[in-house]
């Protein structure tokens, strides 16, 4: 139901726009994440969109990641600038109808995954 597009191959400095699009219901109400886990590590948050629009953003890409969501479509995007090395992780996109500030950091808080799409950032 949702699929996770966009990753690529990208030197340090590049940009890249994940791409998220739903099928077989309506995101629009629902909140909406991006993790990523590299290898050998856990799955880590990166930024969470509510459907009032309220963006989060981890500390690591605050200023360099920027949601954006195009209901239309029932997509949501992520666009990346100023890639660094340690951006590289598969990304995945996540959906939930229910999501607090204590819950949108835990993937676990989230009942819709997509596939991941991989990001990999040459020094």
């Known amino acids: 139901q949702l699929q996770a597009s966009g990753g690529g191959l990208v030197q340090a400095g590049g940009s890249l726009r994940l791409s998220c699009a739903a099928s077989?219901?309506?995101?629009?109400?629902?909140?909406m994440g991006w993790f990523r886990q590299a290898p050998g590590k856990e799955r880590e948050f990166v930024a969470a969109?509510?459907?009032?629009?309220?963006?989060y953003y981890a500390d690591s890409v605050k200023g360099r990641f920027t949601w954006s969501r195009d209901n239309a479509k029932n997509t949501v995007y992520l666009q990346m600038n100023s890639l660094k090395p340690e951006d590289t992780a598969v990304y995945y996109c996540?959906?939930?109808?229910?999501?607090?500030?204590?819950?949108?950091?835990?993937?676990?808080?989230?009942?819709?995954w997509g596939q991941g799409t991989l990001v990999t950032v040459s020094s």
């Open positions: 996540a959906a939930d109808d229910f999501i607090t500030r204590a819950t949108m950091q835990d993937p676990a808080g989230y009942d819709y």
């Open positions: 077989g219901r309506t995101f629009s109400s629902y909140a």
């Open positions: 969109l509510w459907s009032g629009g309220s963006t």
